[in-house]
């Protein structure tokens, strides 16, 4: 089964409306890190925002705020006031706990977002 | 600047020519890390390291060696490489090995091996 599914291959958005992104993931480990990076398309791998498996709040970074559903085990990215600048790959990524093997970053399929001007 | 330096970014080559793709932090980060990253397949880790002189294989070692002599460098050898091996490399560190704790990732290397 796949630990990170994100099932928006594509999407556009209007410039300065939010968009929201879906991640949903899968593990039975209850120590675990959910992440958000965005690649443009120069291809680097920058990191947004990060949530813990114990955090009781939803993570916020500026315009980006991380749902999290624990019990529906989603971590939906939301940007807000969009802009040009963020069209890129979006990649939703787990990092399981202690005994995870490799300690690695596992990342789903990623989500292309083009903002319209 | 706290930052991951990947060198070189972009490299064409032939097969079988030794190559090091370097990667250094100045975050002083225990955990460092190397991805692969390719179309359909998404990213892969090769190898990662634990600190100093603790190294062990990821998904897809084959064909790839690596070394931590000091914290902050963990070099990405291809001893012979393929063609196979074309693609987009990243190094990436954390400050511990724990899940709470951000990967950070150097810019990338777009290795093409003809």
């Known amino acids: 089964a796949q630990k990170i599914t994100q099932t928006q291959p594509g999407m556009f958005v209007q410039e300065k409306e939010a968009v929201t992104l879906d991640c949903t993931y899968d593990?039975?480990?209850?120590?675990?890190?959910l992440f958000w990076y965005k690649q443009p398309s120069s291809g680097e791998m920058i990191f947004l925002i990060y949530?813990?498996?114990?955090?009781?709040q939803n993570a916020t970074e500026g315009r980006y705020s991380l749902n999290f559903q624990k019990a529906r085990k989603s971590a939906n990215l939301v940007i807000s006031a969009s802009q040009l600048g963020d069209s890129a790959m979006y990649f939703c990524?787990?990092?399981?706990?202690?005994?995870?093997?490799?300690?690695?970053?596992?990342f789903g399929g990623g989500t292309r977002v083009l903002v319209k001007p | 600047e706290a930052q991951v330096t990947q060198n070189p970014r972009y490299l064409i080559t032939v097969t079988g020519k030794k190559l090091t793709v370097t990667c250094s932090q100045n975050?002083?980060?225990?955990?460092m890390s190397w991805y692969r990253q390719d179309p359909g397949l998404g990213l892969r880790q090769i190898y990662y390291?634990?600190?100093?002189?603790?190294?062990d294989k990821g998904d897809v070692p084959e064909g790839y060696k690596v070394s931590r002599k000091e914290k902050r460098n963990f070099p990405l050898i291809l001893e012979s490489p393929s063609p196979n091996q074309t693609s987009l490399y990243f190094c990436?560190?954390?400050?511990?090995?724990?899940?709470?704790?951000?990967?950070?990732f150097g810019d990338g290397t777009r290795l093409s091996i003809l």
């Open positions: 990436a560190s954390s400050l511990s090995k724990t899940p709470f704790t951000v990967q950070h």
């Open positions: 593990t039975s480990d209850p120590s675990y890190g």
């Open positions: 949530q813990g498996s114990y955090d009781q």
């Open positions: 990524a787990m990092r399981e706990g202690l005994g995870a093997a490799g300690n690695k970053l596992t």
């Open positions: 975050m002083n980060h225990e955990y």
């Open positions: 390291s634990m600190n100093v002189e603790v190294t």
